[in-house]
């Protein structure tokens, strides 16, 4: 009885296939039981893994947004939590000064993040490389000042608190509340990339980050779609900002250093360029890593006598973990991923390069 050959892998035969969202069925089975875990998380998890669930979903609609900017558009940005800081003092400024509520507010962020991408992404249409990187860094610098002089002359020297949001006559307070609000912030931001990087923009971008003289050439708005990748990825961060703002009940200068910016470009980096899933992967590790750290440190006999060295110490990891990545691993933790799924796409086969051959 004959048996029909079982095919080595996963094969593309037309444009439709080529822009499914699922393609193999491993990405079926991984999405089923992410969802799966993410519906039962909320009921299951203690309000610290709760958290630690919300960080990650707030730190992956920024690293979303970077990821548009820096890995498919080629912008490079150190800006990023200078816009975060501009959406969070957004919403802290109208709802204290106005009592604004959260469907006034959150609008607003996104307006003032889109004027600051627009002025701020100037400068790419002359810029390119480490000079843009440079120019962005006025970005931050300037929001986090007028941050601190609002904060010095209204004398809030703890920062602005801001009262829970109101969602359909409910209050947003309690962990499990915030996550579904959150989780479907990260699902909507995460869509909605998904289907810009499939039209027409998205290809755009692509040929400007591969070759901006060979996209001019080939009739695409240069200059429009850059400004564009500005005004969309600033939009995203300044809403993140505003939705950080309303979860911790306050906004404070102090929270938007220099390094968060460094954070999100090592989520992107971690995650892998060029990824909307190396975008999140990168968003959980950098999240989740800190407290790694902590965990490790406090299994340690004496555990008491690092905790004055735990600062230094995550930094210290943190910078080696980024030089280990960009030398052992430059596709990041989506290029660990895809190997993986490679494996099971193409098992029981496995593929081996001729001799002689590239890899």
């Known amino acids: 009885m004959s048996r029909q050959p079982r095919a080595s892998g996963h094969f593309r035969i037309g444009y439709a296939e080529d822009l499914k969202l699922i393609q193999t069925p491993l990405e079926r089975w991984a999405l089923a039981a992410l969802l799966v875990v993410l519906g039962g998380l909320p009921f299951l998890a203690s309000p610290f893994l709760l958290d630690l669930a919300n ?3 707030l730190a992956s609609i920024g690293s979303l947004a970077l990821m548009l900017l820096t890995g498919y558009a080629g912008q490079v940005s150190l800006g990023h939590a200078g816009l975060l800081a501009a959406g969070a003092f957004t919403v802290g400024i109208l709802a204290k000064e106005l009592g604004a ?15 600051l991408g627009l002025l701020f992404g100037l400068p790419s249409l002359r810029l390119r490389g480490l000079y843009l990187a440079v120019s962005t860094l006025a970005l931050h610098f300037l929001v986090v000042y007028c ?3 609002y ?25 499990r509340a915030w996550y579904f609000v959150l989780g ?9 990339s998904l289907n810009l990087l499939r039209s027409g923009t998205g290809r755009a971008w692509a040929a400007i980050r591969a070759n901006e003289t060979v996209a001019e050439a080939l009739g695409i708005g240069v200059a429009a779609h850059k400004l564009l990748a500005f005004v969309l990825s600033s939009l995203i961060t300044a ?14 200068v102090e929270a938007f250093s220099l390094f968060l910016s460094i954070q999100y470009v090592a989520m992107i980096i971690i995650g ?14 950098v999240t989740l890593f800190p407290y790694g750290i902590e965990a490790a440190l406090g299994a340690l006999p004496g555990a008491q006598r690092y905790a004055g060295a735990l600062f ?11 030089i280990l990545f960009l030398v052992l691993e430059p596709f990041g933790l989506v290029g660990i991923w895809r190997r993986i799924e490679t494996y099971f796409v193409l098992w029981p086969f496995k593929y081996r390069p001729l001799a002689g051959r590239p890899r």
């Open 312 to 322: 230094a110490v995550n930094y210290t990891a943190f910078g080696l973990v980024m």
């Open 239 to 252: 809403v993140a900002g505003a939705l950080f703002g309303y979860y911790r009940g306050f906004v404070s």
């Open 147 to 149: 941050g601190g002089e």
């Open 184 to 192: 479907l912030a990260a699902t909507g931001t995460l869509l909605l």
């Open 101 to 115: 509520p959260f469907w006034i507010t959150l609008p607003a962020a996104a307006l003032v993040g889109s004027l």
């Open 151 to 175: 904060e010095a002359r209204r004398g809030l020297s703890t920062g602005i608190v801001i009262d829970p949001p109101s969602i359909g006559g409910h209050a947003v307070t309690s962990a």
């Open 272 to 285: 892998g360029m060029g990824s909307l899933l190396g975008a999140l992967l990168g968003a959980l590790f």
């Open 55 to 57: 960080q990650v979903f």
